[in-house]
């Protein structure tokens, strides 16, 4: 706490300056307007709205002064707002106050001062309305007092008028998620949830989704209005005199007492209302309302409450329901989500980029053994979660902006790698996967270009993998960049074939050199009579249609043979090789067991 002195109320004055949410926003017109017009009716080249902070005074709007905040121990206005009328300091060089003050002995050279202070209407003094001239003054009689205090209440007036638009949602005409985050603290500081007497509820009325096909389709005057006709929906479902609140776009909330039985009963009356179609205008709406709750511990913090009404609500929704109590696995998934993204970004900068790695797992010709390229396949260790899992990791990441960041540094170190081995004389393609939201890049291939050119490595040396989902997205865009690659030289495969969005469309159409069979296929198909029929069926229909296929998920020798019996150009698998870095390859390169195998077999067939 710094010297200047403290009014008895500073902690509830503090408190009071957090919720209005205004330190360090942005300029405000209606400030500016007041200080301009204090300036000029009171011919001071200084004018500020201050805001006495806990060890700072921050000015909201200012005029003839450079300084955006000063120490609350040098401020005049941290005096001003002790005193029950306006501040006046005719000469502060003759007042043993500020005579030694940096702000007189110094920048900006303070004489004269006058500060009328900025009252809430609860009597709390947050700052001053203050005049400030580096002339000492003669007098400030009380015509100068009333025009201050005059201007001093219209910025009074702008703060309270900020506040009651801080709590309340203009569109719908209900308190905010700040009101409803301010009320939850309430209750929790007033000890009324114990023994769960309180039960807070978040409706989610359509979810986000349809609430954006509406404004796209009719606009958002006419998807607000479709709001206001659920809102008011609820309201009725609703015992009287419940606060209902606006959480976001699409959610409401509430908070009431009961069991959790009579709780239940009425989530479950609101969720059958609300499947009744829902008319505005002349267009019925379907859209199903759901509802997450969570009974009130004694103690808890509101931001906590929120985000688990919010994770039940969307659980409610995934699995159909039309309500859901919290359960803390929601929580603990979503937080790991969290920690896995935030580590994940940690991971991708520069001098954290040891976390990741790649590793490489050989293909082999199903009939020689010889070795016919690596399928590069990422990997990340970090310092605080250890390995995590590109299943986990990657389907995160393709939600957020990292998975651009991911797939530009799987291309550039497996196309370095691709760079040493073609350097030595090794002719071994590198494969790597493309995400659906890669290939939906307009410049995607432009940024292949330019890593194959900034490595000088053969084009034909590098396979792209990419999953059915990608057919999904943009098929056009999708084609275009397949083709390109393809010019380039390029082999192109489709990896997990037969689990996506296949048909034979896609088979004609689509520029693609290699299917790859799932391994969800081959794994049973030994003792699977439906994947023994399929297996050979999708190997003799890519072949009809001129494309090699790769068998993923070889894990017996007995799998291996049947798979090079019906004709199966090449496979992958834990049987053949884990995948392993880069030198742990070369060495199994220079033993090539499955090499050896593959020639033991021809000579015992001769």
């Not at 659920?230 to 609140?245: E, G, H, Q």
């Not at 935030?342 to 980029?353: G, K, V």
Request: with cysteine; hydrophobic share 40%; proline share 5%.
């Amino acid at each position: 706490m710094s010297n200047a002195p403290v009014p008895f109320n500073e902690s509830r004055r503090l408190a009071l300056l957090r919720e209005l949410c205004i330190l360090d926003t942005p300029p405000d017109q209606a400030f500016d307007l007041i200080t301009k017009l204090a300036s000029k009716t009171f011919n001071v080249p200084i004018a500020l709205v201050t805001l006495i902070d806990k060890e700072r005074q921050w000015f909201k709007s200012r005029v003839g002064l450079e300084l955006t905040e000063t120490p609350r121990d040098h401020a005049f206005c941290a005096y001003a707002i002790l005193q029950p009328e306006v501040m006046v300091v005719l000469d502060a060089q003759q007042d043993e106050r500020f005579k030694n003050n940096p702000l007189v002995t110094g920048s900006p050279h303070i004489r004269f001062y006058a500060g009328a202070q900025l009252t809430s209407r609860e009597g709390l003094n947050l700052g001053t309305l203050c005049l400030i001239d580096k002339v000492p003054h003669h007098d400030f009689g009380p015509r100068e007092h009333e025009t201050l205090l005059t201007l001093a209440a219209m910025v009074t007036l702008r703060l309270e008028s900020l506040r009651a638009m801080d709590y309340m949602d203009q569109t719908m005409g209900l308190p905010n998620r700040a009101r409803l985050l301010d009320d939850l603290d309430q209750h929790s500081q007033a000890g009324i949830c114990a023994a769960g007497q309180l039960a807070a509820v978040a409706v989610d009325l359509c979810g986000a989704e349809y609430f954006n096909d509406t404004v796209k389709a009719l606009g958002y005057r006419y998807a607000d209005d479709y709001l206001l006709a659920s809102r008011d929906r609820l309201i009725s479902l609703l015992p009287p005199d419940t606060t209902l609140y606006r959480i976001s776009a699409t959610r409401l909330g509430f908070v009431l007492g009961g069991t959790d039985e009579t709780l239940a009963d009425l989530l479950g009356r609101i969720g059958k209302a609300c499947a009744v179609p829902l008319w505005v205008g002349d267009i019925p709406h379907n859209a199903r309302a759901t509802m997450g709750a969570l009974r009130l511990p004694d103690t808890f913090d509101a931001a906590d409450v929120l985000r688990a009404l919010i994770s039940a609500s969307d659980a409610a929704r995934k699995n159909g329901n039309h309500w859901s109590f919290y359960d803390s696995r929601h929580h603990d998934s979503q937080r790991r989500a969290y920690q896995v993204l935030s580590a994940l970004s940690t991971a991708l900068h520069q001098e954290h980029i040891d976390e990741l790695s790649l590793h490489y797992q050989p293909k082999v010709d199903l009939r020689t053994g010889e070795c016919t390229g690596v399928e590069a396949l990422l990997r990340w260790t970090s310092p605080t979660l250890g390995a995590v899992s590109p299943a986990e990791f990657i389907p995160l990441a393709e939600k957020t902006a990292l998975i651009d960041r991911i797939t530009g540094w799987v291309m550039d170190e497996a196309m370095r790698q691709a760079s040493v081995w073609q350097q030595r004389g090794w002719r071994l393609p590198v494969a790597f996967n493309v995400s659906a939201v890669d290939l939906d890049r307009p410049t995607f291939t432009d940024e292949l270009c330019t890593c194959l050119l900034r490595h000088g490595v053969d084009p034909h040396l590098i396979e792209l993998e990419f999953t059915e989902s990608a057919l999904s997205h943009s098929p056009d865009r999708l084609r275009e960049h397949l083709l390109s690659l393809q010019a380039l030289g390029m082999t192109v495969s489709i990896d997990d074939f037969g689990t996506g969005y296949s048909n034979m469309t896609y088979l004609k159409t689509l520029a693609a050199n290699t299917l790859k069979v799932d391994q969800s296929f081959v794994r049973d198909m030994l003792t699977n009579a439906t994947d023994q029929a399929i297996v050979p069926a999708l190997v003799n229909l890519a072949h009809r249609t001129r494309h090699k296929v790769v068998a993923e998920g070889i894990e017996t020798l007995a799998a291996y043979d049947a798979l090079a019996a019906w004709g199966c150009d090449q496979g992958q698998g834990y049987w053949i090789a884990k995948p392993m870095t880069a030198s742990a390859l070369e060495q199994w390169l220079g033993s090539n067991p499955i090499r050896k195998m593959a020639a033991s077999s021809v000579s015992n067939m001769a």
